[in-house]
């Protein structure tokens, strides 16, 4: 497996492993599948030196993204990241994601990270299983403020110093 900056040319590979997720009701509040043309600002609002969005690659097949995001907008906020990580169904359970996400806290620090953060949804146990896995506790809960197919929704916080 390969880990390295995702490019344009990855872009529709990521739309669909998001468009999977957000299907799945469980793992992102984007709730209508999101199409390419749409994601090119997002794209390049990452760059591999401050929000680096990384692919991991398996032979031809793209099987999973990670994403860093400013946090807050203020200046204090500034040292912290969220983490957002995606992997393709048929490549789960294969410890990609656990190298995404440690792949993240190893490059932190020459980011300027002090912190990493998962905004998480409360019944995405595989995601908060994952992070746990790699030293994130849970930091906060948010009851309720996401609805989802009229469902109240609650999210959690997951941290980490790095
Ligand atoms: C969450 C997700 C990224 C995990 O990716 P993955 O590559 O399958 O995870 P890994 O194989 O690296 O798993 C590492 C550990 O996480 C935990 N874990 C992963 N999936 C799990 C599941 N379905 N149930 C319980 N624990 C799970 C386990 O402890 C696992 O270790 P183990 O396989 O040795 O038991 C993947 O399920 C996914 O893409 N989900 C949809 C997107 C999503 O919800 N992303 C999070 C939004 S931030």
Do not use: C, K
């Amino acid at each position: 497996m390969t880990l390295r900056d995702a490019t344009e040319a990855d872009l529709p590979a990521i739309v669909e492993i998001h468009n999977a997720a957000i299907a799945s009701r469980i793992s992102t509040a984007q709730l209508d599948p999101v199409r390419v043309e749409e994601r090119h600002d997002w794209f390049r609002a990452h760059s591999p030196h401050q929000y680096p969005l990384w692919v991991a690659q398996i032979d031809n097949a793209i099987a999973g993204w990670l994403s860093f995001r400013e946090f807050l907008p203020r200046q204090a906020y500034r040292g912290t990241a969220e983490l957002s990580v995606y992997v393709r169904e048929n490549f789960r359970r294969r410890g990609i994601g656990r190298r995404l996400l440690q792949a993240a806290i190893a490059r932190a620090p020459q980011l300027n990270l002090h912190t990493l953060v998962g905004l998480i949804f409360a019944q995405n146990q595989p995601s908060i299983e994952l992070f746990r896995t790699v030293g994130f506790e849970r930091w906060g809960l948010l009851p309720g403020v996401a609805r989802i197919d009229y469902q109240a929704r609650d999210l959690a916080i997951f941290g980490r110093p790095v």
